[in-house]
């Protein structure tokens, strides 16, 4: 779960991936710390209450029922000639910000809408929305697809075949029917995304813990503070 990512200018990728962290970590913690803390009360082994940070609500905010940051997107890309980035913002802003439905994890200050801030697991993170309209728009044509997916090759067309809709990745989301329409890219990302989770909550998880031996990044350094 390393792949957090910010920089000076974070963009639609960054939110992106950083989404994908979250929910890996919702799982993280799901696994490890709730079905741990289970285990030991249905062997009655003595422990003691484990407190920690749930990022539950940051989830939520990226994809949770009803209004969420990639709906928010989805729907302003949906405007056509009139979809842009900084009104998209100032929705985002207005949606999670202020009022009943303000977001502890949401910071908004600027009300151009031409950036947000998502406060993450690892920490803050600023995002710039120029360009989030056209990227989240970025398709292959329907023309290549069609060819592709027509391919006597079978690794070629199972790239382009649609995947069926997932039943739910575990957080007791229903499935909604989507409209007719071209797939953005953000829901295309967020179904696949979907998918891994009910994959992963299929098995019987373990992880590795990786020691980062140097910052250099480079064979046989071993820092030892480090």
Request: include cysteine.
């Amino acid at each position: 779960i390393f792949g957090f990512e910010v920089f000076k200018v974070n963009s639609f990728e960054q939110l992106c991936i950083n989404y994908t962290n979250e929910k890996l970590q919702l799982f993280f913690n799901d696994v490890v710390f709730g079905e741990e803390m289970k285990m030991y009360e249905d062997e009655g082994v003595p422990h003691t209450h484990m407190a920690f940070e749930d990022n539950g609500r940051c989830v939520a905010l990226l994809d949770g029922k009803g209004i969420n940051l990639l709906s928010l997107l989805d729907d302003e890309c949906s405007g056509g000639a009139s979809a842009k980035d900084v009104k998209y913002g100032s929705k985002a802003i207005n949606a999670f910000g202020q009022g009943a439905t303000k977001n502890p994890y949401f910071g908004g200050k600027d009300p151009s809408g031409r950036s947000f801030a998502v406060k993450h697991f690892a920490g803050y993170v600023t995002y710039d929305t120029k360009g989030f309209v056209e990227k989240n728009r970025d398709t292959i044509s329907t023309t290549l697809s069609n060819l592709c997916g027509s391919s006597k090759k079978e690794l070629v067309a199972s790239f382009f075949r649609e995947p069926p809709p997932p039943a739910g990745d575990g957080d007791n989301t229903p499935t909604r029917k989507k409209k007719k329409g071209a797939k953005t890219l953000g829901a295309a990302f967020r179904s696949q995304l979907q998918g891994l989770m009910v994959a992963l909550r299929a098995t019987q998880p373990h992880f590795v813990r990786c020691v980062k031996s140097n910052p250099q990044k480079k064979p046989d350094i071993f820092d030892g503070s480090l």
